[in-house]
């Protein structure tokens, strides 16, 4: 049993929305997620997918792509990202695909881990950063602290953070979301929303001050999840 990561598959298959516009690694993409999820993942295995899974903008259109997913062996985690319109109501949707966990502004359980899994937000100074961000990042950087919080009075000491938003602006400037991190001996973070190779190093990679940054954005990862050592 192994734990991968891999976001923004950004499916459309009820709605085709060709993603090689933006860049030709992008053609034909789903059977590139297809063929390289088949050589890494086992069925014992779990795979956490923090955001912009589908461009489905209803349950209607989401529920093809779930099939593809539903596909593929191993266990999924996903969390949201800002392109999945969808998500409406988080119980709703574990009662519609019991075989895949979906959790928002909390945490699941991995091992001895509890992984606290938010959305997050562009973060103040980034180049894209407006005044009307400022209230979605206050309040991300808010559900962040209470998921901590609350494994932290579950009991768990083992902490880890999934999230569709790098946890930094495109500066490498510190953030609330570090603080937190830090402040709570987050050993692992996971997200994904950086695309090309103009933005995959607009964040955190590697380690920084003890905790573990992993970008894990389909095309940087060459449409393969990448292990996760929590």
Known sequence: MALYALSDTHLSFAKPKPMDIFDEIWRDHPLSIRQKWLETVTCGD???MP???SWAINYEGLAPDMEFLLSLPGKKIISPGNHDYWWSSTQRLNELYKDIVFVRNGFFVYGDTAVCAVKGWTCPNDSRYTDR???LYLRET???ERALEGAVSAGYKRLAVMMHFPPTNDKKERSGFVDSIEAYGVSTVIYGHLHSNRSYDASYRGNVN?????LVSCDYRGFTPVKINL
């Not at 003890?210 to 992993?214: C, D, H, L, R």
Request: glycine share 18%; hydrophobic share 30%; proline share 0%.
């Open 210 to 214: 003890g905790t573990e940054y992993v």
């Open 46 to 48: 779990t795979v956490l």
């Open 142 to 144: 808010g559900r962040l």
């Open 133 to 135: 961000d400022e209230k």
């Open 51 to 53: 955001g912009d899974i």
